[in-house]
């Protein structure tokens, strides 16, 4: 898988005696959750691990070099099973999901770290990052926080129906990926559904709402795309990594420097 985590930051590259050198009580481990899956006709499966990598890989060349701040190899699969049906989806069980990331916290509790990141760019994965950042708190007494997608992003030029519905594979996601890997992006092969319309507000909607339907993919969109990819350059892409790198950098010093202000 292409990465662009700087190898001074990639845990996995570190001896066990360089992890036993770590000052355990304020060394900052970040867990990628991201997810295998169809992403239509134009963009490959692996598109959420590889924004999530893009994405956290710039962060980390920004964040000063003396903070002991490193990515661990990330979880590809997630439960991803709005897009069963589709040939190429990989997708665990949310109790599957759940279990790994639970015994990779007590793995990482174990060795005496004590700041985890769960930072997912997968959508099906986030109901459960929250779960398990409560949940590894309360077990392992890690101090866990939550990140997700490309926080602080005003995404300039995108459309407010496609802000707002373009989920999956749309103008966003090919953006970035035009940007960081255009092999991948076959832009003959863009179609573009969507579940729902901001013109056309029902009471029940697709998510974000207090009252909300299931779906999987299928129902809605034969092509797995739900979103319109055909307005999205690399040019935005680019501009999208850099101020996603520099809000994440940012995000993940105040993480290395949280202390709760009621000192538990």
């Keep these: 898988m292409k990465t662009w985590i700087p190898d001074a930051r990639n845990f996995a590259y570190l001896t066990w005696k360089q992890v036993d050198a770590?000052?355990?009580?304020?060394?900052?481990?970040?867990?990628?959750?991201?997810?295998?899956?169809?992403?239509?006709?134009?963009?490959?499966?692996?598109?959420?691990?590889?924004?999530?990598?893009?994405?956290?890989?710039?962060?980390?060349?920004?964040?000063?070099?003396?903070?002991?701040i490193y990515a661990l190899p990330p979880i590809c699969y997630g439960k991803s099973n709005e897009h069963l049906g589709f040939p190429g989806t990989l997708s665990v069980s949310a109790s599957t999901f759940l279990s790994i990331v639970r015994d990779l916290g007590a793995s990482i509790a174990g060795g005496g770290f004590k700041k985890l990141v769960l930072y997912n760019t997968h959508g099906g994965n986030a109901s459960l990052v929250d779960v398990l950042a409560r949940d590894l708190r309360a077990e392992f007494g890690l101090r866990t926080f939550s990140l997700f997608g490309s926080p602080g992003v005003t995404f300039e030029g995108v459309s407010p129906q496609e802000r707002t519905y373009g989920f999956h594979a749309g103008e966003i996601e090919t953006a970035y990926l035009l940007h960081a890997t255009p092999?991948?992006?076959?832009?003959?092969?863009?179609?573009?559904?969507?579940?729902?319309?901001?013109?056309?507000p029902e009471l029940l909607k697709p998510e974000g709402s207090a009252a909300n339907f299931?779906?999987?993919?299928?129902?809605?969109?034969?092509?797995?795309?739900?979103?319109?990819?055909?307005?999205?350059?690399?040019?935005?892409g680019a501009r999208w990594a850099t101020e996603a790198a520099a809000r994440l950098a940012e995000i993940l010093v105040a993480m290395y420097n949280f202390v709760p202000k009621h000192g538990a």
């Design 22 to 68: 770590l000052p355990r009580e304020t060394t900052l481990l970040v867990l990628p959750t991201a997810a295998i899956e169809q992403h239509g006709h134009h963009l490959p499966l692996a598109t959420d691990t590889l924004i999530n990598n893009l994405l956290l890989g710039n962060a980390l060349e920004l964040v000063p070099a003396d903070l002991p």
């Design 183 to 200: 092999e991948l992006v076959h832009t003959s092969e863009y179609t573009s559904n969507y579940i729902a319309r901001i013109d056309q």
């Design 214 to 236: 299931a779906w999987l993919t299928r129902d809605i969109a034969p092509s797995g795309v739900l979103g319109d990819p055909t307005a999205a350059t690399a040019e935005n």
